[in-house]
């Protein structure tokens, strides 16, 4: 659940779906993702929402409803699978 009471829900297939009314209706937000198998999603709290693939991770620009890939040096591996922000 983002600031905005929005849910997000990551699927193995299907990309990144929202729900902006508890849950009742879900829409895809795939745009800018290179992989819609998603395993792990993240929430900070000033909410930025990213998104662990196998392809690194990237990050949900709401005002444009967009995924970009951020910048991914330095990391072992490009599959992510288990992400959390740092207090």
Known sequence: IDIHNNLYLGTL?????KSTNNGNTWVEINSG?????IN???ISP???LLAGTNNGVHRYID???????VDN????????HNMQFKD
């Open 13 to 17: 297939g299907r990309g990144v779906v």
């Open 33 to 37: 993702l290179n992989n819609w198998y």
């Open 46 to 48: 000033d909410g930025v």
């Open 73 to 80: 040096t330095g990391l072992i591996s490009s599959r992510i």
């Open 40 to 42: 792990d999603l993240t």
């Open 63 to 69: 005002s444009i409803n967009v995924w970009v890939l």
